[in-house]
């Protein structure tokens, strides 16, 4: 962890004095971005890092309850701070994970910022790959990094950086360690300096995969701007209502693949 | 202050108690028997018969006024007078003396059945109610719910396709498609079957049934079969079953499957300390309690320590994925492991 | 066609697709999603993962997580654990309690009342905000900031470390059996500290039906609103039945033993409730158990004065404030020289005085709604008033405490109370509404008005109940 501060002393993007937190003023945002991660994971101690705000926070898996939302200010743009509840997965039909996958979907944040538990990386996992079916756009924060440390897990965050073809930072969130290493990647993805490559899922067994292609041929041939159509297809496949009406109404077709369009709206 | 003789009063107040036991007492109190009574509506008698025609026409047998009130409970008179009913709303058509549905008859008689389908499944996923009582639960919901409640109920549950006996559910349209399978009674020696569905009627049959370890999308084989009996093996133990028990449990002929009947061990036989890997969770476990252990991470492959135990040696702990997760014992017996 | 029906023939031929591929995928292709994830999962964790830790030697935390859960320790180590926070909320909340009653009660309350005599504010307004409104608040700030603000660090301290959750897991068997889920220990836990509180803390139970349950069942932890009444019936009535040098211990015994009774009473409930009226409710347990980490003790006093202590106590100062004017008003206003509190009483007394109870008591209940603190300064206020004592507290619709537990004692008894009326209190002290607070805590965490009125009636129809019934054998046996 040390290290890492050394390096981002010495880097000139580091500048955390650069960072408002505007606690509960989103007036005039420019950015939007999700707060993702499953329960437990220091989810909240990072909004309330950024926005300088005080959630309730607690060594209890699921403590925060309701969609918490707050502002910051960095580079002198805005930023609306989402805070989606924790959840381990997106594919079932309870509450939380609806919202968390509805908000990723059609409130199209410009970045998701995936808080994961970097003593349990392998199951975060679960929730970050299902994040990046959905969304071109995310950083993750490797928080609990001191925790791991402790505990004699060592991440290659490079590796796994190259890996999921998105942004990683190691943060310890209690020692609010990382976070101008975060707001930086988190400017450079909302402003596009930053592209991702998404990592997608590759191992759906034989037997589904067949119909999930055939699916996902037929919503290009519908819609064929739709940057997430495989899961799209995933969640026909599920039966999910909500997608079911989104593809009727024609909602879904004004998923966008080209980042940034909120904002050049806004500017 | 009011006088009375603390035995009077005590005696009324136990009388009380009694009588409102006797009103309140769930499934065998009065206010029980007062709702079934009013149950006999003529709507619910009518959704009945309809449910009733169907299932024989599906079965291919001949739909007779006898057959309506036996299957109802009901008096032969009753019965006609609801067929005349049945007869005015262009439900059913009389051919002779026999009874078959109308095109509007049909669809009236899946949508009940898509809401007490729904419901089960509802049921099954969501609540901790037992397999045993899903169905009467059910008897009593479908004559109640909308056609619009039960389009919301599914979408919910994401538009369920098959309810926890494996009997396909209805689209809102009454449309379904239906791997029927073949009946258990009529498969060779030697065979490795999976269930697709368990009849749930007549309730005695099907009690014995799951009380047996039977459930949809377990995998058996065939070992051995004579005139009355039949045995197959599942899970390292053997079970016999009469032909008429067996007749109830449709199944899928599985081809190329390597079948092993070695005792399957379950997280329960693991000691602390030991680790397993996970085979899968038993199909029986559904719905939410079975999306929990899937977000723990406990999916085939994945490996499992127990951690600890408890003081009251119930729940155990394990670790999987870098994680303590604590499940109760009747959880930890549906995820099959091999060591 | 235009491009637009050809659009929606595609969808609807796309949905269609969709709805057949489903038939034909079986009900397992959830399960084939999540498998197929984490097996992606577990790839790229194993390329990027290296750990170099020993895997024969155990760390801190299994030690820990061993001796707190083993056969021998376990419940002892609970016990202790959570006396000792009990034992440090009493004690430590002692000292700025009274300081905080002498200050509201016995200094501030003068002052405004000279105050307000002295720029000719008619004594009726005078009456009722100052005696009725603020005194009520007064003490429910004095009464109920010490303790919480006490208990809840504590508590949460607890909870950061991650002992908490190891306590649900050991005792989740025996709620279990109740049909309950073994959190609910926890919130039981924190009800001994406010009602209110644990219903809040409920929000950890992720299974509806067992939140439900233990929503309900909460009021049967005896709040610390409650500890001081019990406390002092049973030394003016119960310690009075032995030896003098028995009373302490056996009155201590007496408030231990209703407090034992709530959790039985509560586990009771959770039985039948997950029997009968919740039998179909949604239901699914799950227990993680999060790693051991080093509470931050300021953040924790921050947060937890913020979130729980502030929060349940500005809610109680709500309710109590227009409480407070009614308590006066009752006392006050007066139809045909008969205050209202007397006609109350008159009516129901004959009622009360049958279930060992009387008519003051029940008329305290109804208006220290509150907060379970104001009961007995109500009671006492209202047998003076009614008795028409002169020269002890503040008049009609004036609560007032006295520091002597014998001059207590004697007011209480100049107002009729026998043995049966003090035994009878400590048990509708613990069987009976909750607090406004907690009312209004419940409406808020369940949504529904329907939950709200059962967990409000249940204590109290087995509060009428439990009092009858030993009513009735205390006058066979005496």
Redesign the interface.
Known sequence: MKKVNQNCENCPVHNISNLVKLGVDMVGYNYIVALAGNPNTGKSTIFNNLTGLRQHTGNWPGKTVSRAEGGFEYENNKYKLVDLPGTYSLLSTSTDEEVARNFILFGQPDVTLIVVDATKLERNLNLVLQILEITDRAVLSLNLIDEAERKKITINERELSKQLGIPVVPTSARSKDGMEQLLSYIHQVAVGEYVCKPYKVKGYSKKIKNSIEDLTEKIKLIYPDLPNSKWVAIRLLEGDQEIIDAIKSGEIGNISVTPNDQMKEVI | MITVSPFLSLGIFFLLIVIMLLVFWPNKGLAYYYRKLNQNSKRVLIEDALKHIYDYESHKLNVTLNSIAGNLNISADKASKIVQSLKKLKLVKLNNQLITLTEDGKTYALRVIRVHRLWENYLAEETGLKEIDWHDEAEKVEHLLSQEDADILSAKMGNPKFDPHGDPIPANDGSYFFNKGKLLNNIEIGQVVKILHIEDEPKTIYTQLIDQGFYPGKEIKIVARSDEKITIAADGEEIKLSLLFASKVSVEILLEQEFSNEKIKTLVDLKPGETAKVIKVAPICRGQQRRRLLDFGIVPGASITVHMNNPLKDPIAYLVKDTIVALRKNQAKLVLIKT | MSNAEL?ID??N???N?????????????????????????????G???????DPDQK?WE?TL??IV???IF??PIMFILLAVVFWITIEGANVPSEMLASFFLDKLHPILKNLSASIGIPSFIDGLFIDGAYLAMAWVVSVMLPPMAIFFPLF?LL????Y??RVA??M???F?KAGAH?KQALTMSMGFGCNAAGVIAT??I??P?ERLIAIITNNFSLCNGRWPTQILIASIFIGSLVPSYLAGIVSAGAVVFVALLGIFLSLVSSWTLS??VL?????????????Y?PP?ILRTL??SL??RTIFVLWRAIVFAVPAGMVIWLVSNVQIYNLSLAQYFIDFF???A??IGLNGIIFLAYVIAIPANEIVIPTILMLTVTTLGISGIGGGAGVMFELDSVKETGDILIAGGWTTLTGINLMLFSLLHNPCSTTIYTIYKETGSIKWTIFSTLLPIIMGL?VC??V???W??FS
């Open positions: 659009k595609k969808i031929d796309l949905i697709f969709a709805d057949k591929q489903r038939w034909e995928l079986g009900d397992n292709f959830h399960d084939l999603i999540v498998e197929s994830i984490f097996t992606d999962a577990n790839k790229i964790a390329k990027v993962i290296s750990s170099s830790k760390s299994t997580d061993r859960t083993s056969r376990g419940f949460t909870e950061d470390f991650g908490l959750p897991f050991n989740d068997r025996l279990q073994g929000r950890v992720d299974s039906r029997k009968t039998k179909g409710e949604a239901s699914a347990f799950s227990l993680e158990l999060p790693p980490r931050r921050y947060t913020i979130d007394d004959p009622y005085l049958f109940a009858f019934l009513a009735q054998f006058f066979i």
